[in-house]
């Protein structure tokens, strides 16, 4: 964006508005879910193929539960705009978040490492200003931009607050959206009654509805003209989250900001408020956002040469349609960490095809920075492992690669068709995800052998991280 253009952004109050793994065999998925998967072939990389270096348009929802698009068998959610992108790239059905809240994933994502290795990151999630994104750490946009990419961060941050964490402290040369966990959708107030919008590190005056705002800043964005630099954009939408206020109901973010006000420091959670219904209204409209992003890109000339990305930075909550899975977000039960999952490349990857390898954040990271050209820093190793020979080369991962979680209470070890977990009630369990999705079948007394050794990389991976304070 030129000064001018920035000046006269800040001059301005408002303005003008600018199917997932087995539904097939889920007799409660829609017949437009069958019919998407139906058409899907199991996923064989295009190794034929070349191409520059992309640019990368990282998208995230906030609380979007592995069920509720569409193409991954919600029965009531339409998202015509994100089924089409999986029908145009990769579905995979066994993705995963790097935790199971908001602020972890993002540490696991923009670090590459578990959360559990930086101080921030062991906070599940952030709630106040002590911790935050270390400056110094190498991050996916600091390390892009050194092999040459333009970067910015347009939407939620959830990596610490000023003046001693931001994004432009991070790596990314521009950033426009709110630092802390949540806000309310028109006033931009936060969790402590603080107005939380901004442009780099000053205030920006908005009343709109936050989804609007940043689907237009984020459309300006891939619009512009980059020059011969490839770009990274991470947009990380605060929708679904709380509160329930979707783009009309001024009347029901009227009450929850008289609460902020009033000292209410659970009013941003809207214990009180909500309905599948409202639920479904606020997914629908983050599908149409995506959308209008989309058609920008392809507007734009650089749909062809573009990577993006499509996930949910945990699993869902509350209004959430997760079935067959069980748990929701906070949770390391798939239903907390299991995440609907999209890559569209048109230069390298072909349309309509699926996959059910085992990945998570930490991978992606890993895939993105070789696929810019980027090395990762040697001094700060990635836990994730690069998908970049399996997507385009069609090499085989890793066997017997074992994805690794921690939480407060709670931890899991997931190593092919197997996952180890031991939840707050303290039993170690034994699952078989291939024939067990909703974990009810433990196996843990017919595999004794197995679960000792998944329990026993569980705590060596453990004891590699930081202790939790207190």
Known sequence: ???????????????????????????????????????????????????????????LGDDLGWADLSSYGAPHIKTPNLDRLARQGVRFTDAYSGSATCSPTRFSLYTG????????????????RSVGLDPNHPTLASL???????????????CGYLPDYSPTRSG????????????????????????????????????????????????????????????LLNLNFTTPHWPWIADGDEEASAEVVRRIEAGDRRALFHDDGGSVEKYTEMVQDLDRSVGQVLRALKESGQEQDTLVFFASDNGGERFSYNWPLSGNKASLQEGGIRVPTIVRWPARLRGGQVSHEPVFTPDW??????????????????????????LLRGEELPAGRELFWRVRGE??????????????????????LSADRREQADRAADEPELLAELKAVWERTDATLLPYPG
């Open 144 to 158: 892009l931009r050194g092999a040459g990419y333009s970067t910015a961060l347009i939407g939620k941050w959830h």
């Open 1 to 59: 964006m030129s000064p001018h253009a920035s000046d006269l952004s800040r001059r301005t109050l408002g303005g003008a508005a600018v199917a997932a793994l087995g539904v097939a065999a889920t007799t409660s998925g829609t017949g437009t879910a069958r019919a998407a998967t139906s058409r899907e072939t199991p996923f064989r990389a295009a190794a034929d193929r070349r191409s520059r270096r992309p640019n990368i348009l990282f998208i």
């Open 172 to 231: 990314w040369d521009e950033f426009f959206g709110n630092f802390g966990g949540a806000l309310e959708y028109y006033s931009k107030l936060g969790l402590g009654g603080e107005y939380d919008l901004y442009e780099g590190d000053a205030e920006y005056k908005d009343l709109r509805y936050y989804t609007r705002i940043l689907t237009e800043r984020a459309s300006a964005y891939v619009r512009r003209d980059h020059g011969d630099r490839p770009w």
């Open 411 to 432: 931890r899991a070890v997931r190593r092919g068709k197997w996952k180890y977990y031991r939840g707050k009630g303290g039993a170690d369990q034994l699952f078989d």
């Open 113 to 128: 490492r578990y959360p559990g290795r930086t101080k921030g990151g062991l906070a599940e999630p952030i709630a106040d």
């Open 365 to 390: 990271t890993a895939t993105l920075l070789e696929i810019g050209g980027a090395r990762p820093d040697r001094a700060h190793p990635l836990d994730g492992t690069s998908l970049a020979g399996y």
